[in-house]
């Protein structure tokens, strides 16, 4: 049995207080390729930790036959922090209470700085190369002193997942069906995973330009290639993806084992698994450009009813739902339509029905870029 457990302390933000990460690790330190899976970063979205849970009764599994032919790294609850938000009954994990925002935002750039402290270092070897790029992040991050424990979250998660060859990051929407981010460059190698999960959209963005934790590791290595250009020989050697495992509601064994299957085969068709994971199955969806997927907002206050359902296919123009005011003099004027501003599937809807001006209301993934999305920009915070 290679497994191990460690606790992570994070400090103490306040007297008889302390959280700490649950990290589960399996095969042997520096073994290749190395997996890397959190769950629950914006720790109100559950049906990845479920997910993970079950991943890790498979992984015990695979530990006892001696399965284990890589490095492979879980933290089944990425957010202790948030983890703790419960006000007057309320869970709020997406941002963290004391100000500092979006979990899943401001991660630190590792790419700051990469360039002048590998060049000297490079040379016609690739894995000699990609090995100097690791122990400049590592020493990147080594660096930092963290003086909160949010800073402190960040700082050791990154600690975990800097090597790795893969970058797995569990969350899930509102209302919405499974879906899939990653860079356009290790599409389609790495198009398996939607397949194994049943997505129903694969967002492609090279740089969303809001330092998630996912990019934090896939986008050293792309900014560099593109800055030495032919030079050196720089891979694109950290995958790494956000998964959506739909909406907050979709927490189910039944759902959850079956994606941790699903997780379980993609590590074993990418050689950290031993075993026959079988042929992929069938994609569901092409991988789409990010700036091709719209969003519907609403354009006042009032309660969202839709008209159209999670995953169907609209046309730009159809009507998707109406803005009722419940104070309007005549309940005959009292509705607002809202259109969709593209053709496509309506991926995810918002979970709260009382909204206000500017809500993002549905998200609707097309084909053809959109003129009105800002260049690599995500679709909200």
């Known amino acids: 049995m290679t497994k191990t457990i460690e606790r992570i302390s994070l400090g103490s933000m306040s007297p008889g207080t302390e959280r700490f990460l649950g990290v589960h690790r399996y095969g042997q330190k520096g073994a290749r390729p190395k997996a890397y899976v959190q769950a629950s970063l914006h720790s109100d979205e559950i049906p990845g930790m479920l997910a993970a849970h079950h991943l890790l009764r498979l992984l015990d599994a695979a530990d006892a036959r001696g399965e284990i032919k890589g ?107 499974m879906h899939v981010y990653m860079q356009p460059v290790h599409w389609p190698d790495f198009q398996d995973l939607a397949a194994e999960l049943g997505a129903v959209a694969s967002l492609l963005c090279a740089d969303s330009k809001a330092c998630s934790f996912d990019e934090t590791f896939s986008l050293p290595w792309t900014k560099l290639a593109e800055a030495i250009g032919d030079k050196f020989p720089i891979p694109a050697a950290c995958f790494a993806t956000t998964v959506e495992f739909r909406g907050q509601a979709d927490v189910f064994d039944e759902m959850a084992s079956a994606d941790a299957a699903g997780l379980y085969r993609f590590l074993q068709r990418h050689g950290a698994l031993a075993g026959d994971p079988g042929a992929a199955p069938a994609l569901l969806c092409a991988g789409t450009d990010l700036e091709a997927t719209d969003i519907a907002r609403a354009t006042k206050a009032g309660i969202i009813a839709y008209k159209a359902a999670l995953g169907a296919t609209v046309k730009k123009g159809d009507l998707i739902g109406e803005l009722v005011d419940p104070l309007a003099d005549d309940p005959a004027k009292a509705r607002t339509e809202i259109r969709a501003g593209t053709d496509g599937l309506i991926l995810s809807r918002c979970l709260k029905k009382l909204v206000s001006p500017g809500d993002g209301v549905a998200m609707i993934v097309g084909t053809s870029k959109l003129a009105h999305r800002k260049p690599g920009a995500l679709l909200g915070d």
């Open 71 to 177: 490095e492979i790294v879980v933290v089944p609850v990425a957010n202790p922090i948030g983890l703790g938000q419960i006000v007057n009954g309320s869970h709020s994990g997406r941002y963290e209470l004391r100000g500092g925002g979006n979990f899943n935002r401001q991660w630190p750039d590792l790419c700051d700085g990469l360039l002048d402290a590998v060049r000297p270092k490079l040379g016609p070897d690739e894995a000699a190369n990609v090995k100097a790029v690791r122990a400049a992040l590592a020493a990147k991050i080594n660096q930092m002193k963290p003086d909160t424990e949010l800073a402190q979250l960040k700082v050791e998660l990154a600690r975990l997942a800097y090597d790795a060859d893969m970058v797995l990051d569990l969350h899930c929407d509102d209302e919405a069906l």
